[in-house]
C-alpha cells in the first residue's frame, strides 16, 4: 500500500526561526510533490509544488526533493505567529488521478 | 475568480440516513475529486471525475457513490450513515495539463 509519512508533530519552533517539515513516501513512480497548511477547522490550502530534484523556493518557504530518498521537506525561514497550522505532504499516484496525504505535521510557532 | 465552493457547510445526521453533498469547481476546471478527512488525519482519496466519468475511487464502501454534472459540478452521496462517517468532505478541482489540485472550503459531517 503506498504511504505517505510525516513526523506528526507537534512542532516548537520560537518565532524568527526555521522550521523543517519532513515528509517520505513509499511509491518510487510518484512523480509530483506538494505541501499544502491547514488551519483548524479549515481546508487545506496550497503552498508549493515540487517536480524536480532539489530545491524550489517561493518567499519564505522553500521545498527540497530527493527521489533518490523518497523524501521531500519543507523550509519556513523567519517564521511567524500566523504559521502555526498543520503542514500535510500530498504524493501524486496515478498520474494525476489522486493525491495521497500524510497524517500532516502540527507546527507551533511560539511569540 | 471565485474558488471551489462546498454546500451545505455543516450538517447533521443520524445513522442509517443518506446525505447528499455538492461541490462547484474553479471556472474552468473539469476534474473534481473527493477526499474525506477524520479529525487529526491527512485526507483519504474518495472519487475523482473527469468530464462526468469517474477516473479513480478510494478504498470505500459502496455506500458512497459520486457523479458530475455537464457543468462539472460534483455530487457525494453517502446512504446508510455511520458514527464512522462523521468527517470533513472536501472537494478538490484542477484544471486540464496540471495536477495541482485547489480545495474548497469543505462539508462538515456530523452523524449521531
Known amino acids: 500500500q503506498k504511504e505517505v509519512e510525516q513526523n506528526s508533530g507537534p512542532l516548537s519552533v520560537p518565532e524568527g526561526a526555521i522550521a523543517s517539515l519532513n515528509c517520505t513516501y513509499s511509491?518510487?513512480?510518484?512523480?509530483?510533490f506538494f505541501w499544502y497548511r491547514q488551519y483548524s477547522g479549515k481546508s487545506p490550502e496550497l503552498i508549493m509544488s515540487i517536480y524536480s530534484n532539489g530545491d524550489k523556493e517561493d518567499g519564505r518557504f522553500t521545498a527540497q526533493l530527493n527521489k533518490a530518498s523518497q523524501y521531500v521537506s519543507l523550509l519556513i525561514r523567519d517564521s511567524q505567529p500566523s504559521d502555526s497550522a498543520t503542514y500535510l505532504c500530498?504524493?501524486?499516484?496515478?498520474?494525476?488521478?489522486?493525491?495521497?496525504f500524510g497524517p500532516g505535521t502540527r507546527l507551533s510557532v511560539l511569540p | 475568480d471565485a474558488g471551489v465552493t462546498q454546500s451545505p457547510t455543516h450538517l447533521i445526521k443520524t445513522r442509517g440516513q443518506h446525505v447528499t453533498l455538492r461541490c462547484s469547481p474553479i471556472s474552468g476546471h473539469k476534474s473534481v475529486s473527493w477526499y474525506q478527512q477524520v479529525l487529526g488525519q491527512g485526507p483519504q482519496f474518495i472519487f475523482q471525475y473527469y468530464e462526468k466519468e469517474e477516473r479513480g475511487r478510494g478504498n470505500f464502501p459502496d455506500r458512497f457513490s459520486a457523479r458530475q454534472f455537464p457543468n462539472y459540478s460534483s455530487e457525494l452521496n453517502v446512504n446508510a450513515l455511520l458514527l464512522g462517517d462523521s468527517a470533513l468532505y472536501l472537494c478538490?478541482?484542477?484544471?486540464?495539463?496540471?495536477?495541482?489540485?485547489?480545495f474548497g472550503p469543505g462539508t462538515r459531517l456530523t452523524v449521531l
Open positions: 511509491d518510487r513512480v510518484s512523480q509530483s
Open positions: 478538490a478541482s484542477r484544471s486540464d495539463g496540471t495536477d495541482t489540485q485547489y
Open positions: 500530498a504524493v501524486n499516484e496515478n498520474y494525476g488521478q489522486n493525491f495521497v
